[in-house]
């Protein structure tokens, strides 16, 4: 992959843990990254290279635990994506009945 330097630059700005051709290889997770932690000229940027199509999928494919709520809706709103579908969540393999971290700490049962 020779991805263009602009774009390198903004992967490497966003995502600190990865190579820029690591994180440039899963559009999705970069877009989420872009999304969620670029500014104003890094959103121009990737406008210029991805379309809303491309942007709308990455909302709908979106990683968890990358977008914080703002950004969420923010992205929505911009899109014309409405209503505003809760955000991805982690899924903890057992978890499910035993913690809730939502609308409060909440671990087996206790509050």
Do not use: C
Request: without cysteine; hydrophobic residues 40%; aromatic residues 10%.
């Amino acid at each position: 992959m020779n991805p263009k330097p602009d774009l390198r630059a903004v992967a490497k700005k966003v995502v600190w843990f990865k190579t820029a051709d690591k994180t440039l290889d899963d559009e999705v997770f970069f877009l989420n990254h872009a999304m969620t932690f670029g500014d104003v000229s890094d959103v121009l940027l990737i406008r210029k290279h991805y379309d809303d199509d491309a942007l709308r999928n990455a909302l709908r494919n979106a990683h968890p635990g990358i977008f914080d709520p703002r950004s969420w809706t923010y992205w929505h709103l911009v899109l014309g994506i409405s209503p505003t579908p809760a955000m991805p969540t982690r899924k903890i393999p057992g978890a499910e009945s035993t913690a809730r971290f939502r609308d409060g700490l909440s671990i087996r049962g206790h509050q």
